[in-house]
């Protein structure tokens, strides 16, 4: 994938069933110029890292984050622990 744009929704479907594949089969980290958001490159890990023993709800976990990263909820969790974060350092400061 070239670095000189964004990845396409179709590009980055495509990349998740070989990474999905080979975390499966060999425990195989994802790349990380795949165009996954962290959740998505986060649950792919985990698949591998359950490598030989493949736990079948991380492959669940793995599916549902790629769909989270292209309905905007991955995006509207992301953002509410920002404002949460900043939320608790001002009450700090205060």
Same mark, same amino acid.
């Given at each position: 994938?070239?670095?000189? +744009?964004? *990845?396409?929704?179709?590009?980055? +479907? ?28 986060? *649950?792919? +890990?985990?698949?591998? =890292? /359950? ?9 669940? /976990?793995? =599916?549902? *984050? ?10 509207? $969790? $992301? &953002?509410? &622990?920002?404002?949460? $974060?900043? *939320? $608790?350092r001002r009450a700090e400061r205060s």
């Amino acid at each position: 994938m070239s670095r000189a +744009r964004f *990845a396409t929704e179709r590009e980055i +479907r495509i990349n998740f069933e070989v990474c999905l594949k080979n975390a499966i089969d060999v425990g195989l980290w994802p790349p990380t110029d795949q165009g996954f958001g962290n959740e998505l490159d986060k *649950a792919l +890990r985990q698949v591998a =890292k /359950s490598y030989p023993q493949i736990d079948g709800s991380l492959i669940t /976990s793995a =599916k549902l *984050a790629l769909e989270a990263q292209f309905d905007g909820s991955s995006a509207a $969790r $992301r &953002e509410d &622990e920002m404002a949460d $974060r900043l *939320a $608790r350092r001002r009450a700090e400061r205060s």
